[in-house]
């Protein structure tokens, strides 16, 4: 039974996103960066595109309509490398130029008018609280197609993410490049600094600092946090469970701050009881600026409801787990990890 945490290394690795596909939503993300950028501006090739993992990346002018765009800056679990293959989108922050508007619908109608208009090839939609931007088979445009309702949730990167396409990784070549373009504002009286205004799960501005989500990260220095978030973030997709992934990311980092890693499949059990135990308590951020602002797990109190139904069967069949575990019951074992991950991920 010492082979469980093989089992489990083997779902995450099922679920990460390859690194061929990692590096063409970047080629996508930086198509989608120049466009924004002004006719004749200073795009500057490679070197003016987005800095990844730095997330600088100058731009000047206004593009067709709505605010001008200064930069864009990666976020979510592409960046935090804690992505789920199929069904995470690739989150960009676009910072505005200006204050942020009282209504996100205004900021999200501006910025959806300028993608479109930008790129006429790409599938663009709104989300609650993004732009949803697909861009075809990999390397090529053209609207993709099939995401599920679980786009419209809020969810990933600082702000949202959502469920998506069904695939394993040799189908990767037929995959959408999907991007999630997030408005944003820098944070006031912080004009040129790493703060940024930023709309959460809730649809309300929150203060968001790209990059600090990372340095907590690296900070704890548990080697199986990533691998346990990825888990986390695979039981959501395969079940459609209406929850933000930064949300269960933060909780993921609560366990980790709380105790050290004993093992992947405890772990996993002690995240999901204490979730479905704090009902989806709003959680503190330990990366924002303040360190103690609020992480919602849904866009509604409705939702919230949703979501604690799945929650509640994922704690009771992760607790089955250990016990099974721990009575050396190889057949209940799987069949409870079976109930947690579905076939979305092959054990």
């Known amino acids: 039974m010492n082979e469980v945490g093989a089992v489990l290394e083997g779902i995450a690795a099922a679920a990460r996103v390859p690194e061929d596909e990692v590096a063409a939503h970047r080629v996508f993300r930086d198509r989608v960066a120049d466009a924004l950028a002004p006719a004749g501006g200073s795009a500057g090739g490679s070197a003016g595109r987005v800095a990844g ?65 930008a790129l006429p090839d790409a599938g663009v939609r709104l989300a609650p609280d993004s732009v949803l931007v697909d861009g075809g088979a990999r390397g090529g445009g053209g609207p993709a197609a099939s995401n599920t309702d679980a786009d419209l949730r809020g969810d990933d990167g600082g702000a949202a993410a959502r469920g998506g396409n069904d695939g394993n990784a040799g189908d990767a070549e037929a ?45 704890i220095g548990d080697a199986h946090l990533r691998t346990l978030i990825r888990l986390v973030l695979a039981w959501k997709y395969a079940n459609r469970v209406p929850v933000s992934s930064y949300y269960l990311e933060t909780a993921v980092i609560r366990q980790a701050l709380r105790q050290p890693s004993f093992s992947l499949l405890w772990d996993l059990c002690w995240v999901l009881e204490q979730a479905a135990h704090d009902d989806l308590m709003n959680l503190p951020d330990l990366s924002s600026p303040s360190q103690v602002q ?54």
Do not use: C, M
Request: glycine content about 10%; cysteine-free.
């Open 53 to 117: 993992r730095e997330g600088a990346a100058g731009r000047e002018g206004a593009g067709s309509g709505g605010a001008r765009v200064l930069r864009v800056v990666d976020a979510g679990s592409f960046r935090h490398g804690t992505a789920v293959h199929g069904a995470s989108r690739f989150d960009v922050f676009v910072v505005l130029d200006g204050g942020r508007p009282r209504s996100l619908a205004r900021a999200l109608e501006g910025l959806r008018a300028k993608v479109a208009g």
């Open 175 to 219: 995959r959408p490049l999907r991007l999630r373009l997030i408005p944003a504002y820098e944070a006031p009286g912080d004009a040129g600094s790493a703060t940024l205004a930023v709309p959460d799960a809730a649809r309300r501005w929150v203060l968001h600092r790209p990059g600090a989500r990372e340095q907590l990260l690296e900070r």
């Open 294 to 347: 609020k992480v919602r797990a849904t866009e509604s109190l409705a939702r919230r409801i949703e979501a604690q139904v799945p929650l509640d069967r994922a704690a009771a069949h992760a607790r089955a787990a250990v016990n099974a575990y721990l009575d050396d019951d190889t057949a209940a074992l799987d069949a409870r990890l079976a109930a947690l991950f579905g076939d979305r991920f092959a054990l």
